[in-house]
């Protein structure tokens, strides 16, 4: 009775066949994911200088492979489970067949009965042997994998630490160039100044006998009158001769300045607030006071400035510097700056 029952508990482990097609089946999707992997990663090499988007990218492989490896390492334990099993049931079907072996040694002649359960017993254990032996095979290759995941992991990690040392360097380079930049923009600064307060000193002492020629801050101001006659743009004489002499010191100073300091003189023209009466020349202020601007520029290029120097603006009403509606206020505000800036 007890051969019989050893013998039915034997035939119920038929199902390891399925369970090994299904760990091979598997080991198959493993593998597939693993080409996936592998496919990405060329991708990733040729992508890897895009800093902080292959950053990202890198990080999130880094996740999805780390997944990959606690997976694998969840497999493997099971592998072994497996064969641990495997090993007990073994060590079982030799304890049945060395019982058996015995119990024929002792009893002269045993049975045909005992002879089939010890030649089924043999089988079932050949077959517990060999399911064993591929199931270390398999758990052999697991470690395979998981090897060539780790190496792929430490390539990644350094080709992260790589492309972060590329970029903390870069950052300095650039850090670096942007206070070069400041300094040197700082110098060209300083010198357009030194050569503006040389400018504008000498038309004081040029024009210094005019009450009608002022420096306002950075500005050399003119008052429209001692320019043009009333809304007009046509130079009068006294204006031609004020600024020639502004066209003289203009050409005595620019052989002085740098090549490589980019000024311009800006001609601003202004106005006051009275309307311009309809039917007249302009049609409003601003076309007057940047008619007059003009007029200036293309007088002091026929006196030889160069033209690539000069810029005329026109501003009518809108930028005062005197307040309200007085006449003298008005008249302060009808005027023709210039200003030696950088373009």
Same mark, same amino acid.
């Given at each position: 009775?007890?051969?019989?029952?050893?013998?039915?508990?034997?035939?119920?482990?038929?199902?390891?066949?399925?369970?090994?097609?299904?760990?091979?089946?598997?080991?198959?999707?493993?593998?597939?994911?693993?080409?996936?992997?592998?496919?990405?990663?060329?991708?990733?090499?040729?992508?890897?200088?895009?800093?902080?988007?292959?950053?990202?990218?890198?990080?999130?492989?880094?996740?999805?492979?780390?997944?990959?490896?606690?997976?694998?390492?969840?497999?493997?334990?099971?592998?072994?489970?497996? #064969? =641990?099993? @495997?090993? &007990?049931? !073994?060590?079982?079907? +030799?304890? /049945?067949?060395?019982?058996?072996? *015995?119990?024929? %040694? $002792?009893?002269?002649?045993?049975?045909?009965?005992?002879?089939?359960?010890?030649?089924?017993?043999?089988?079932?254990?050949e077959a517990e042997r060999?399911?064993?032996?591929?199931?270390?095979?398999?758990?052999?290759?697991?470690?395979?994998? #998981? =090897?060539? @995941?780790? &190496?792929? !992991?430490?390539?990644? +990690?350094? /080709?992260?630490?790589?492309?972060? *040392?590329?970029? %903390? $360097?870069?950052?300095?380079?650039?850090?670096?160039?942007?206070?070069?930049?400041?300094?040197?923009?700082?110098?060209?600064?300083?010198?357009?100044?030194?050569?503006?307060?040389?400018?504008?000193?000498?038309?004081?002492?040029?024009?210094?006998?005019?009450?009608?020629?002022?420096?306002?801050?950075?500005?050399?101001?003119?008052?429209?009158?001692?320019?043009?006659?009333?809304?007009?743009?046509?130079?009068?004489?006294?204006?031609?001769?004020?600024?020639?002499?502004?066209?003289?010191?203009?050409?005595?100073?620019?052989?002085e300045i740098p090549e490589?300091?980019?000024?311009?003189?800006?001609?601003?023209?202004?106005?006051?607030?009275?309307?311009?009466?309809?039917?007249?020349?302009?049609?409003?202020?601003?076309?007057?006071?940047?008619?007059?601007?003009?007029?200036?520029?293309?007088?002091?290029?026929?006196?030889?400035?160069?033209?690539?120097?000069?810029?005329?603006?026109?501003?009518?009403?809108?930028?005062?510097?005197?307040?309200?509606?007085?006449?003298?206020?008005?008249?302060?505000?009808?005027?023709?700056?210039?200003?030696?800036?950088?373009?």
């Amino acid at each position: 009775m007890a051969l019989a029952r050893n013998r039915r508990s034997n035939r119920s482990v038929d199902y390891w066949p399925g369970f090994v097609d299904a760990l091979a089946t598997l080991l198959l999707a493993i593998m597939f994911l693993l080409t996936v992997f592998v496919i990405g990663q060329f991708i990733l090499t040729r992508e890897i200088s895009g800093k902080d988007e292959v950053l990202n990218r890198l990080n999130s492989q880094i996740a999805e492979l780390t997944q990959l490896l606690a997976l694998e390492k969840g497999n493997t334990q099971d592998a072994e489970d497996m #064969i =641990a099993s @495997l090993q &007990a049931s !073994l060590s079982s079907a +030799e304890a /049945a067949r060395s019982r058996l072996q *015995a119990l024929l %040694d $002792a009893g002269a002649g045993a049975s045909d009965s005992a002879q089939a359960q010890i030649g089924a017993l043999s089988e079932d254990l050949e077959a517990e042997r060999q399911l064993s032996a591929r199931a270390q095979n398999q758990i052999a290759l697991l470690n395979q994998q #998981i =090897a060539a @995941l780790r &190496a792929q !992991l430490a390539a990644v +990690e350094e /080709a992260l630490e790589v492309s972060e *040392a590329k970029d %903390d $360097a870069s950052q300095a380079r650039i850090a670096d160039l942007g206070r070069r930049l400041n300094v040197a923009l700082a110098q060209k600064v300083q010198e357009l100044n030194r050569y503006r307060s040389d400018f504008f000193g000498r038309l004081r002492q040029i024009l210094s006998d005019r009450e009608n020629i002022r420096i306002v801050g950075d500005r050399f101001v003119f008052q429209s009158e001692v320019l043009f006659p009333s809304g007009s743009d046509e130079l009068n004489e006294d204006g031609r001769v004020e600024l020639g002499k502004l066209a003289d010191a203009l050409l005595e100073i620019v052989p002085e300045i740098p090549e490589d300091i980019n000024w311009v003189l800006r001609v601003d023209g202004h106005t006051d607030d009275v309307p311009i009466r309809p039917g007249g020349q302009f049609a409003d202020n601003w076309e007057l006071s940047s008619a007059r601007a003009n007029a200036v520029v293309r007088y002091l290029i026929s006196e030889g400035v160069p033209a690539n120097r000069l810029v005329a603006a026109g501003f009518a009403e809108y930028q005062p510097i005197a307040e309200g509606n007085s006449p003298e206020a008005r008249a302060q505000n009808r005027r023709i700056e210039f200003k030696l800036t950088e373009r």
